[in-house]
């Protein structure tokens, strides 16, 4: 029977995978609140990691400071070697609250940071375009967020983070504020567009199931402060019908063995 593969307080994963970001020593405080202390990670190229744990073990505070939106208290980051100061055009944002530009159309959202970038109107709707016939909103190029639905304007948002070809996209529970049934669409999404975007991307989400379905690695990370406890890598063959998927034993029982050991921590 398949196992998921699991690793204890790692340091780094196997010298063999190629890694595109470094998270070593990290630690950060907010006050007097320990939000996270000494980080170890390594991120492999074009895989998608999730960051899952309990609420308030730092997962945002993770994506943050690999994002260079907020700075560590001890640590450094890298990106292909170099070090993390500041936002970068190697990484892209997806925000929770979906951050979109309310007097701007979902063209001009999605090709707003190839705007600030110096690129030519015409260049920039074109790849604006593409991106969102990507995430299925061909069509709603002149819509408006509020004449878009919740999970639209997340789809939006995706497009933007796709547009500027960003090599990490750094995506902040996503699907949070989304129906199920959208959910499940942006899920399945979201593993097809791994597979052919050949983007890495690091997830933060509070769902087990989620993390399991779609994740190629799983950081769990430790109550507050949050610390690395589990590197789980679930061995789930995600081809053919997506709903196969959750009825798969070995997908149960990974959900199963992932809730164990956090049930401890939820009151």
């Known amino acids: 029977m398949r196992t998921a593969v699991l690793r204890k307080e790692p340091s780094t994963i196997p010298a063999a995978v190629d890694t595109i970001v470094g998270v070593r020593g990290i630690s950060k405080n907010y006050g007097n609140v320990e939000a996270l202390r000494g980080i170890d990670l390594d991120f492999p190229r074009g895989k998608l990691t999730s960051l899952l744990g309990p609420s308030g073990c730092g997962k945002t505070t993770l994506l943050k400071i690999i994002a260079g939106l907020i700075e560590a208290d001890a640590g450094t980051v890298t990106i292909d070697g170099k070090v993390v ?24 959202n999605v090709a707003f940071g190839l705007e600030l970038r110096g690129r030519a109107r015409t260049e920039r709707e074109e790849i604006a375009r593409h991106y969102l016939s990507e995430v299925g ?57 791994r597979a052919t975007q050949n983007k890495t991307f690091i997830f933060v989400t509070h769902s087990i199931e989620e993390a399991v379905y779609i994740s190629d690695r799983i950081v769990l990370l430790s109550p507050r402060p949050g610390r690395v406890s589990q590197i789980i890598e679930p061995d789930i063959d995600r081809s053919g019908d997506p ?5 798969d034993k070995h997908y149960l029982d990974t959900v199963d063995e ?4 956090l049930r401890q921590y939820v009151e």
Not at 100 to 107: D, G, K, R, S
Not at 243 to 247: D, G
């Open 85 to 108: 100061r500041a936002p970068g055009p190697e990484r892209a944002f997806v925000f929770q609250d979906f951050a979109l530009m309310p007097w701007a159309t979902a063209l001009r």
């Open 258 to 261: 992932i809730w164990q050991g």
């Open 243 to 247: 709903e196969r998927i959750h009825r």
């Open 137 to 193: 909103l061909a069509g709603f190029e002149d819509k408006y967020p509020h004449e878009l639905s919740g999970g639209m304007r997340q789809r939006v948002g995706l497009a933007r983070a796709l547009s500027v070809d960003a090599d990490v996209l750094l995506l902040d529970e996503p699907f949070s504020a989304v129906d199920e049934q959208n959910r499940r669409k942006f899920q399945e999404d979201l593993i097809r567009l």
